[in-house]
């Protein structure tokens, strides 16, 4: 009816259009069927349950950040030599698998991130053996190849650079892996035992779940690929893969493209947000 209309355009600042009324109105012996009275009276039943349930899994979520800040970033507690590959393994296991149930979570995934940054705990060790000596050492030859590398543009300028690093073998040999402590490097040989052999299926694993954590990072106001290129570099070394990786034209062509409809996407997304949210208050600027 006009008063209808009238009144969705004064809530919702627009109305269907005639087509879109009729599929209402052809759904509406459907909705006729559906006992409303009833269905919210089971949700209210039911609906202690529900926050009993998820009260339980916050719970869950907590007893994980407490156990990791208990244990720290030595394995030797939970009686893990990370030197011996089977044993390392085992652990790698274990905490891959707390990682993909914890960070089902869009809050867990920043704890998570916390972890990563701070390296506090196993979490944050997970993809370098549970050796916080390696990270520091990879992280900084890996942030000193990337130093200033902050937008596509700086990155078209510098593939053979990159490219040179990304397939470049025997890591092991570099000066500053040979300047770790024995036992980081054991930890090391270990992983390369592992990336090599019956830990390969793993090991992909847990550079894989970290790819959705690494990918917040790298959004934001300001562009910055640093953190997933970093990422890229470390799954490289670690893993010693024949396979290697190859940045080419083509790739920062392609990345030029995925940040400009991004960015057109993004704010497309925060325009129909802000109309769903205000639509009294939204109006679509018209020439006149």
Do not use: C
Not at 124 to 142: D, I, M, N, V
Not at 248 to 266: D, G, I, P, R
């Amino acid at each position: 009816s006009l008063d209808m209309r009238k009144s969705i355009e004064t809530r919702y600042g627009s109305a269907p259009t005639d087509e879109g009324a009729q599929a209402w109105k052809d759904r509406h012996k459907w909705r006729r069927e559906v006992d409303l009275s009833s269905a919210r009276q089971y949700l209210l039943q039911h609906l202690p349950t529900g926050d009993k349930r998820l009260q339980q899994v916050r719970d869950t979520q907590s007893d994980f950040q407490h156990w990791a800040a208990h244990i720290g970033t030595e394995p030797l507690k939970l009686f893990i030599d990370t030197t011996h590959p089977k044993t390392l393994l085992y652990l790698q296991t274990i905490m891959l698998n707390l990682q993909i149930i914890y960070a089902q979570d869009s809050a867990a995934n920043a704890w998570l991130a916390e972890q990563e940054a701070n390296t506090s705990s196993l979490f944050g060790t997970l993809r370098y053996g549970f050796s916080p000596a390696l990270k520091h050492a990879l992280h900084q030859e890996a942030d000193a190849l990337l130093n200033g590398l902050g937008d596509v543009t700086n990155l078209a300028t510098r593939i053979g650079e990159l490219n040179g690093v990304l397939n470049h073998q025997g890591f092991a040999d570099k000066p500053w892996m040979k300047a770790l402590k024995q036992p980081v490097q054991d930890t090391f040989k270990a992983l390369g035992e592992l990336a090599s052999g019956a830990g390969k299926a793993r090991f992909e694993s847990v550079l894989l779940a970290w790819v959705p954590i690494d990918s917040r990072m790298a959004l934001g106001k300001q562009q910055n690929i640093v953190a997933l290129l970093r990422t890229l570099l470390i799954g490289q070394i670690l893993l010693d893969s024949t396979a290697r990786v190859a940045i080419n034209e083509q790739t920062v062509t392609k990345l030029k493209q995925w940040v400009s409809e991004w960015q057109v996407l993004n704010k497309q997304i925060s325009e129909l947000v802000r109309s769903w949210q205000y639509p009294n208050a939204y109006n679509t600027r018209q020439s006149t």
